[in-house]
């Protein structure tokens, strides 16, 4: 089955700074990779989604950019602000069918003033 | 709309005893799922569902049962708590490719 290894675990910026979070799957298969955000004591929520006919996706300050060869992903998150701090976590699963998301570990981004 | 709402938000259990965790959504999505939260690991897909009568295993399953009667309410039943369920369990409902969490419930056994 898939399998999502995500770097680094935590991930310290100065507010402003750029910050990148790292993806690795290993189902050749998966065709969708989503980015969630949970802040502290609620749900993960959707920020950003990629699909494997594409490279590079944008939305205002985040982006990611996605490897099939290598098979990796990752999250870009430029100009950093204190409400960017939260935890983040990239997921790969096969649009087709039930669609079971397998989630990486989570990486505890703070943005510093 | 509410969105996904899940009762209790938070629950202490003795080791054995059995518990039912709520689940429910009101945008009428067919697919759901159950998640379970503990530190370095990320969620994992304990069961989930693809429209009402219809449920499946995924990742987690052992210790966890669910059942589907309604398009609205997917509830996870532990039938005897151990102190390994202890974690925060999200549940979720899906349109499309996307993906809504609820808010967790945080449950302790002891």
């Known amino acids: 089955g898939e399998n999502v290894e995500q770097h680094p675990s935590t991930l310290s910026v100065q507010e402003g700074d750029s910050a990148v979070i790292k993806c690795t799957y290993s189902d050749s298969a998966s065709n969708y990779f989503p980015w969630y955000k949970q802040e502290l004591g609620k749900g993960p929520q959707l920020i950003i989604d990629?699909?494997?006919?594409?490279g590079e996706k944008k939305d205002q300050r985040i982006a990611v950019t996605l490897n099939k060869t290598a098979k990796h992903f990752s999250l870009h998150i430029t100009e950093t602000q204190p409400e960017d701090s939260a935890v983040y976590f990239c997921?790969?699963?096969?649009?087709?069918?039930?669609?079971?998301?397998?989630f990486g570990q989570g990486t505890r981004l703070t943005i510093n003033p | 709309n509410a969105g996904v709402t899940q009762t209790p938000k938070f629950q202490v259990l003795k080791t054995g005893q059995s518990m039912t965790l709520q689940c429910a959504q009101d945008m009428n999505h067919e697919y759901m799922s159950w998640y379970r939260q503990d530190p370095g690991m990320g969620l994992r897909l304990i069961h989930y569902s693809v429209g009402a009568g219809i449920t499946d295993q995924g990742e987690v399953p052992n210790g966890y049962n669910v059942s589907r009667s309604t398009t609205e309410d997917f509830p996870l039943r532990l039938l005897s708590a151990a102190p390994s369920q202890t974690s925060v369990y999200f549940c979720?409902?899906?349109?499309?490719?996307?993906?809504?969490f609820g808010p967790g419930t945080r449950l302790l056994v002891l």
């Open positions: 990629i699909r494997s006919n594409v």
């Open positions: 997921a790969a699963t096969l649009i087709q069918g039930a669609q079971k998301l397998v």
């Open positions: 979720a409902s899906r349109l499309g490719e996307t993906q809504y």
